[in-house]
């Protein structure tokens, strides 16, 4: 337990040190959702119907630009090897890896979501109905994304074909999450279906991903 | 003075202008104070600038 | 005094210790006069009191690109001089400039209200002064994410830069933004030309405005040196555990 | 507690490294593995540590803990110093302190051990390459494996820095240690040899 | 001449090889697109009206997603040391890697166009006007976004906070490619003038990118 | 051809590694910069070449070619071997061939000298530690430079390398070559010797 709470608190400590994680993960959603008026034109009904999906574009792109790091750069420097030595089973460092990327730059977006709302001329419900969607479906981005992760260890004699096979899962999560946050906006009663549906994804990813991460990098270490 | 039915908006604006600028100030005088002690801490612990530095350093 | 001379950080202490009183009795005055002529300004005939905000707004818009401004010549002087002043001038301006940005922001979005109808709109000239705050708010990051003061100075002043050349891009391409999607329709008020009886009082507040920010930046710029003073003695101190422990 | 291999054989990328090697250290002793560039000293050490498959032939460790595999018993100190830049060097040690389950108090003790207490609150990217390698050392005495398996441990220390590791290591064989140590200098302590790919 | 070759045919090499670069681009490229139907909903015109937006936020976002590790990658082994010291300008080393960056990673964006045009529903005219403006617009995404990677040397770290600063600097190419591909659409006439300011951007960050590279990287180093 | 160094002052990370340093090496000589770990002897090779900028002093080559800078005419060789590897053994080498503007024909000749010519189609991935390091020596062999700044550069290196890496240095030596090594073992060819960090 102590052990993987120390590494919790290690990669939390290092995201924010190294290039402010958590703050300039909500700068770029921030300055994402800024751009978006720039190429659609000023139209604030068209930007409100965009909405969800300029939020849940900019958070995808948010936990993907800092993922690909998660193992390859502890396997550069030699951390995963101690860490797959270690007596904590690889499968809950790597969930404990994944929860502090999650804490460090996956929260921080739900919670800036609020402000950028406003900012998109959308309504109290509304962004509160993407904020809920965001808090239940990033966590499924970076246990997806984190298998991804994996692979690119193993990967980096060649074979870039893996890694581009797990993007594709992350876009059904995209796609309830758009999903369930215009039904919130637009016919309340059926937010239910789509938005069940985001959660059993991110309880498939929160248990595949680990087991799943944790395989490849066994047989990735060389 | 009267200042018509927006008057809290003008209000805020103004409290809005007064508190930023309050907090700038404040937050200028803390560090100012701050670095001087911890400045007078070094020095009282024996801890001495080097001299013969270039007149352009710090 | 030479501006040689100002150049040496100690000198530079002491000259300033002298001349930030009498700066920051000026600058009471000023804003107190300023103040006091925009109570007693009049109603104008369409926006009724809510001209008032334009004494604060205006200010701090204009603060907010002298800043940049600002920055950049220090930036120059990091970059070509390689001066450590310039450097703290650099550092110490930022934080100023987000601020005064911030309330340009805030104070349009409140006049915007009443005029408008809406706090905010994506509009050509309040997208750009948002992309301003962007700036100095990852210029702030960059600031305070580097620990060797130098190094970061001379990163931000490539990027104070390169943000300078932008701005007025930014401004520019903006109109042509604006008119390809829906016709200018901001920034009216009664007639271009300002009637005396606020232009006088905008220009007061200005100048005060101006007097604040040289004030607080001499003071954040000391606070700066005392900041890297400190840090050198700690590497002393450091280093001469570190002796007698070896 | 003795560590032995039996028939090891190592495939890497497709070729064979080396075929039917076998070796035997007990507790208290050092095992010094020599051989020319590319012989597989390093990857007999990975695949001790279990991050490396055996393609044929075991090693197994006896007597040690039952509950445990070997490669949580033991200690690996390769190239890589499995140091974070952004973090200082204490910071650094207290991690793997923490996630490997030392014991709480001897961080201070074990930087004074590789005189690296004055840097102890610099960020670990400030460490010259000597320093990171005692910081790395520093490891080996802040949590207590029995085994070490040490690739190429002296290098980049200085003379005093060599002496003073093999002070540490005679310390941990006095005290029933063992260690494994791939090496083209002189180990410092006393060892046993194992000559690997001199067939190649 | 033969040493700048060099360079690029090495850089590109490494991306096709070890991949990411090319590949992963386009992949989220394709995802963007796929995503703005779900967003929108099924009105095909309203879709089409925003092909040329969404198709440039897509591209702008994808090069964004590769070019972090543009020189910390060569600094981290050590190659960024050589390459200052050489007899090459480190001015041109920079144009050179970032042409490469461009080739492996922007140019099959301008290809991959024609491709998502039909997903968008756009005419083949449009689709064509659209792939134009990227071919035009792209290199200054990469030569701006450079200035960014090569800060993320001097700093130490990379990811989000350089996207965050370069971001800002981006917008300008943003609004002229999709106003010169609009006008392309909509009002034939009117497209030579934001093209070519279009393309005087490209120019202009193929100036000055590589200066405030190498300024930013001379200084960067130690 | 002189290279010397007057007064040369190091500041790190905000904290004076090393002041007044003076130094000289004339062509044909190797000059072995020696000291405890952290003594700032990386800092001295990287400053020579360019890549750090001294806090004060002056570093001049003297009689070298006017045209260009000292950074131009040096080889550097450090810890971090410049090596991609994604890339194969010739790959890599012909990259820095090209770019740093050798001979064309040279290249599977330097890999025999150093003897990896059977790995020359290998990934770079694929080498050992002391094979990367004899990959960075053919480097030295492949491009004609005068100045030779190396840190450690028999780290790794097994003793047939090291014999190897000595007849490299002396044969460059004497054909007016110059060498500056920071080493905390003999060098294996003849050399004054330079102390840093002693003061400190
Ligand atoms: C968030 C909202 C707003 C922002 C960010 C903003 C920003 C700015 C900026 C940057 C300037 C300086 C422009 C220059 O000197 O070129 C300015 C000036 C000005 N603004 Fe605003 N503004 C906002 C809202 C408003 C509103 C709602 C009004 C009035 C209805 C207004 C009235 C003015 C006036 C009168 C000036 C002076 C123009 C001049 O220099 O002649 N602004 N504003
Ligand atoms: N990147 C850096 N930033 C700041 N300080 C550094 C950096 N690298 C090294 N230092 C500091 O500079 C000093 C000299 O480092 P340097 O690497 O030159 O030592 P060295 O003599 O090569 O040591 P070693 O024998 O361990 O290789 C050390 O005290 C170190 O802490
Ligand atoms: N990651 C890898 N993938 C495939 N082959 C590898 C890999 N690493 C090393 N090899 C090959 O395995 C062989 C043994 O490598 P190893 O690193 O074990 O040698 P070593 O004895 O440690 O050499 P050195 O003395 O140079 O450190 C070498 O021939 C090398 O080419
Ligand atoms: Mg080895
Ligand atoms: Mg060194």
Same mark, same amino acid.
């Given at each position: 337990?102590?052990?993987?709470?120390? /590494?919790?608190?290690?990669?939390?400590?290092?995201?924010?040190?190294?290039?402010?994680?958590?703050?300039?993960?909500?700068?770029?959603?921030?300055?994402?959702?800024?751009?978006?008026?720039?190429?659609?034109?000023?139209?604030?009904?068209?930007?409100?119907?965009?909405?969800?999906?300029?939020?849940?574009?900019?958070?995808?792109?948010?936990? %993907?630009?800092? /993922?690909?790091?998660?193992?390859?750069?502890?396997?550069?420097?030699?951390?995963?090897?101690?860490?797959?030595?270690?007596?904590?089973?690889?499968?809950?460092?790597?969930?404990?890896?994944?929860?502090?990327?999650?804490?460090?730059?996956?929260?921080?977006?739900?919670?800036?979501?609020?402000?950028?709302? %406003?900012? /998109?001329?959308?309504?109290?419900?509304?962004?509160?109905?993407?904020?809920?969607?965001?808090?239940?479906?990033?966590?499924?981005?970076?246990?997806?994304?984190?298998?991804?992760?994996?692979?690119?260890?193993?990967?980096?004699?060649?074979?870039?074909?893996?890694?581009?096979?797990?993007?594709?899962?992350?876009?059904?999560?995209?796609?309830?999450?758009?999903?369930?946050?215009?039904?919130?906006?637009?016919?309340?009663?059926?937010?239910?279906?789509?938005?069940?549906? /985001?959660?059993?994804?991110?309880?498939?990813?929160?248990?595949?991903?680990?087991?799943?991460?944790?395989?490849?990098?066994?047989?990735?270490?060389? | 003075?009267?200042?018509?039915?927006?008057?809290?908006?003008?209000?805020?604006?103004?409290?809005?202008?007064?508190?930023?600028?309050?907090?700038?100030?404040?937050?200028?005088?803390?560090?100012?104070?701050?670095?001087?002690?911890?400045?007078?801490?070094?020095?009282?612990?024996?801890?001495?600038?080097?001299?013969?530095?270039?007149?352009?350093?710090? | 005094?030479?501006?040689?001379?100002?150049?040496?950080?100690?000198?530079?202490?002491?000259?300033?210790?002298?001349?930030?009183?009498?700066?920051?009795?000026?600058?009471?005055?000023?804003?107190?006069?300023?103040?006091?002529?925009?109570?007693?300004?009049?109603?104008?005939?369409?926006?009724?009191?809510?001209?008032? +905000?334009?004494?604060?707004?205006?200010?701090?818009?204009?603060?907010?690109?002298?800043?940049?401004?600002?920055?950049?010549?220090?930036?120059?002087?990091?970059?070509?001089?390689?001066?450590?002043?310039?450097?703290?001038?650099?550092?110490?301006?930022?934080?100023?400039?987000?601020?005064?940005?911030?309330?340009?922001?805030?104070?349009?979005?409140?006049?915007?209200?009443?005029?408008?109808?809406?706090?905010?709109?994506?509009?050509?000239?309040?997208?750009?002064?948002?992309?301003?705050?962007?700036?100095?708010?990852?210029? +702030?990051?960059?600031?305070?994410?580097?620990?060797?003061?130098?190094?970061?100075?001379?990163?931000?002043?490539?990027?104070?830069?390169?943000?300078? +050349?932008?701005?007025?891009?930014?401004?520019?391409?903006?109109?042509?933004?604006?008119?390809?999607?829906?016709?200018?329709?901001?920034?009216?008020?009664?007639?271009?030309?300002?009637?005396?009886?606020?232009?006088?009082?905008?220009?007061?507040?200005?100048?005060?405005?101006?007097?604040?920010?040289?004030?607080?930046?001499?003071?954040?710029?000391?606070?700066?040196?005392?900041?890297?003073?400190?840090?050198?003695?700690?590497?002393?101190?450091?280093?001469?555990?570190?002796?007698?422990?070896? | 507690?003795?560590?032995?291999?039996?028939?090891?054989?190592?495939?890497?990328?497709?070729?064979?490294?080396?075929?039917?090697?076998?070796?035997?250290?007990?507790?208290?002793?050092?095992?010094?593995?020599?051989?020319?560039?590319?012989?597989?000293?390093?990857?007999?050490?990975?695949?001790?540590?279990?991050?490396?498959?055996?393609?044929?032939?075991?090693?197994?460790? #006896?007597?040690?803990?039952? #509950?445990?595999?070997?490669?949580?018993?033991?200690?690996?100190?390769?190239?890589?110093?499995?140091?974070?830049?952004?973090?200082?060097?204490?910071?650094?040690?207290?991690?793997?302190?923490?996630?490997?389950?030392?014991?709480? @108090?001897?961080?201070?003790? @074990?930087?004074?051990?590789?005189?690296?207490?004055?840097?102890?609150?610099?960020?670990?990217?400030?460490?010259?390459?000597?320093?990171?390698?005692?910081?790395?050392?520093?490891?080996?005495?802040?949590?207590?494996?029995?085994?070490?398996?040490?690739?190429?441990?002296?290098?980049?220390?200085?003379?005093?820095?060599?002496?003073?590791?093999?002070?540490?290591? @005679?310390?941990?064989?006095?005290?029933?240690?063992?260690?494994?140590?791939?090496?083209?200098?002189?180990?410092?302590?006393? @060892?046993?040899?194992?000559?690997?790919?001199?067939?190649?």
């Amino acid at each position: 337990m102590s052990a993987l709470s120390a /590494l919790i608190r290690r990669d939390i400590r290092i995201a924010l040190r190294v290039g402010g994680g958590a703050l300039i993960g909500v700068f770029f959603f921030l300055t994402v959702v800024v751009l978006m008026p720039f190429a659609i034109g000023p139209d604030l009904a068209l930007l409100a119907r965009l909405g969800p999906a300029i939020l849940w574009l900019g958070a995808l792109l948010a936990s %993907l630009l800092t /993922l690909d790091r998660l193992f390859t750069a502890d396997h550069d420097d030699g951390s995963l090897d101690l860490i797959t030595m270690s007596r904590t089973p690889l499968e809950l460092s790597c969930a404990a890896k994944a929860l502090a990327h999650w804490l460090a730059a996956g929260l921080p977006l739900v919670i800036a979501t609020p402000v950028l709302g %406003l900012l /998109l001329n959308l309504d109290a419900s509304a962004t509160a109905a993407i904020a809920l969607t965001l808090l239940a479906g990033t966590p499924a981005l970076t246990f997806i994304g984190m298998i991804g992760a994996a692979l690119a260890v193993t990967l980096h004699r060649g074979g870039l074909l893996l890694a581009v096979l797990v993007l594709p899962l992350s876009i059904p999560v995209l796609i309830f999450g758009v999903a369930a946050s215009e039904a919130a906006i637009t016919e309340p009663l059926s937010f239910g279906a789509p938005f069940s549906i /985001l959660c059993a994804l991110s309880l498939f990813g929160l248990i595949v991903g680990p087991f799943a991460a944790a395989a490849s990098l066994r047989h990735g270490l060389d | 003075m009267s200042l018509g039915p927006y008057a809290t908006f003008i209000a805020a604006s103004y409290l809005v202008v007064l508190v930023v600028v309050v907090l700038l100030i404040a937050w200028i005088a803390i560090d100012y104070r701050s670095q001087r002690r911890r400045l007078n801490e070094l020095e009282t612990e024996g801890v001495t600038r080097r001299s013969g530095r270039q007149t352009t350093e710090l | 005094m030479t501006l040689i001379d100002l150049a040496n950080p100690t000198r530079f202490l002491a000259f300033t210790a002298r001349l930030l009183p009498w700066l920051v009795a000026a600058t009471a005055i000023l804003l107190a006069v300023g103040l006091y002529q925009s109570a007693m300004a009049p109603d104008d005939y369409q926006q009724g009191a809510t001209v008032k +905000i334009m004494f604060i707004h205006v200010p701090n818009a204009w603060l907010s690109m002298f800043v940049w401004g600002v920055m950049s010549l220090a930036a120059l002087g990091t970059l070509v001089w390689r001066h450590p002043l310039a450097d703290v001038a650099a550092k110490a301006a930022a934080p100023l400039g987000a601020a005064f940005t911030f309330l340009a922001l805030v104070t349009g979005s409140l006049w915007g209200r009443p005029m408008w109808g809406t706090y905010w709109e994506w509009d050509a000239r309040l997208t750009s002064v948002l992309i301003l705050f962007l700036m100095y708010l990852g210029l +702030i990051a960059l600031w305070r994410s580097v620990e060797d003061p130098s190094r970061a100075a001379r990163a931000a002043a490539v990027l104070t830069l390169v943000g300078a +050349i932008n701005l007025p891009i930014i401004k520019f391409s903006v109109d042509w933004w604006n008119t390809l999607h829906q016709p200018a329709s901001v920034m009216r008020m009664g007639g271009s030309t300002l009637d005396r009886a606020f232009l006088i009082p905008l220009l007061v507040m200005a100048v005060a405005f101006s007097l604040l920010f040289l004030t607080l930046h001499l003071a954040a710029m000391r606070n700066e040196i005392l900041r890297r003073r400190v840090r050198a003695m700690q590497m002393i101190h450091v280093a001469q555990a570190g002796q007698r422990a070896g | 507690m003795r560590l032995s291999g039996r028939g090891v054989r190592c495939v890497r990328g497709g070729r064979e490294v080396f075929a039917g090697l076998d070796f035997e250290a007990n507790a208290g002793e050092a095992l010094a593995v020599v051989g020319p560039n590319g012989s597989g000293k390093t990857s007999l050490l990975r695949l001790i540590a279990g991050v490396l498959a055996p393609a044929g032939g075991s090693i197994t460790l #006896e007597r040690g803990d039952d #509950e445990l595999t070997l490669p949580e018993q033991s200690h690996y100190l390769g190239h890589r110093d499995a140091l974070k830049p952004a973090l200082s060097v204490s910071e650094n040690l207290a991690f793997w302190r923490d996630f490997l389950g030392g014991a709480p @108090s001897n961080l201070a003790e @074990s930087l004074a051990t590789v005189e690296l207490d004055h840097a102890a609150r610099l960020p670990a990217a400030y460490l010259s390459a000597g320093q990171r390698r005692r910081l790395s050392i520093a490891r080996l005495l802040t949590v207590q494996r029995p085994v070490w398996l040490l690739d190429e441990p002296t290098n980049a220390l200085d003379t005093a820095g060599q002496k003073l590791f093999a002070s540490v290591m @005679s310390e941990h064989l006095s005290r029933g240690g063992l260690i494994i140590a791939a090496t083209h200098t002189p180990l410092g302590v006393t @060892s046993r040899t194992l000559r690997v790919g001199d067939g190649l």
